[in-house]
């Protein structure tokens, strides 16, 4: 090599290994942080779950908002304070014995439980009419007793229903996606599977997202019916305690009327 061109070379050949210095020298990227992990894990589901299209997934949306509503709503008022409470118990007990039954119309009336509107049936059918027998008034009061076991029964259906219509609407919208990607297969030119899968996935995500919606609603139902059956054993219990004092008071009432024609007569 000519010397003149020495320089030159030694020049070109150090401008060259710069960038790869460089590039040697840049510091690694830094590791993401577990909220940078957690925000692209979230997005990730959510484009996951926007490609099962608007159509499906905004009614899947919202039957999982209102499930989580209903989920709040029964946690505050499917409880034992709400069907039976202590207080009422002991203030019917109290007042029945004394045989105040328009007080015990005033403490119901005051009262939002399930106990309190079906004694309230009941005193407000004895006081209004006084002729009837205690077997008519039984009557009253186990139809109230039933129609309240109804409401609670009733009022956890809605999270079965959601339980139940979620995954149709996701099967729904997997069958819509496989029309679609079998329309698109018979009218291309040949048969290629590698196309037809994406289009499966997409299908299959309604079906999914329906479950995803369906199984916690089912599992909550199942735990708000067992607390709902054990209420309204407390319930009956309830009621069986009331007729039994208020059969007493028949039975004292009637004893002091007989006493008293029977006394009428031997005069």
Known sequence: MNHRFLPLALLFTFFAAAPIKAQEAEPAPAAS????????????ILDYLLEGGPFLMIPLAALSFIAVLLIIFYSFTIRQGAVVSDKFMNAADALIRKQDYLGLIAVCNRENECIARIVYKT???ATKNPTASFDE?????????????????????????????APMVGLFGTVIGMIKAFESIG?????????????????????AAGLV?????????????GRVQKLIAELEAAMTHIM????????????????????????
């Not at 942080?33 to 990730?44: G, I, L, N, R, V």
């Not at 919606?213 to 019916?225: D, E, K």
């Open 33 to 44: 942080t577990p909220a940078a992990e957690t925000m692209e894990a979230a997005q990730s």
């Open 187 to 207: 009218k291309s030119s040949g048969v290629q599977h590698m196309e037809l899968a994406p289009g499966v996935a997409q299908a299959l995500v309604t079906t």
């Open 137 to 165: 008034v039984r009557e009253v009061t186990e139809a109230e007793g039933t129609r309240q076991a109804s409401i609670l029964n009733n009022r956890i259906s809605y999270l079965n229903d959601i339980s139940r219509v």
């Open 213 to 225: 919606v369906s199984i916690p609603a089912l599992i909550f139902y199942s735990i708000f019916r």
């Open 244 to 267: 039994a004092l208020l059969a007493a008071q028949y039975k004292r009432a009637n004893y002091r009327a007989s006493s008293r024609r029977e006394g009428g007569d031997g005069e």
């Open 123 to 125: 005193l407000d059918f």
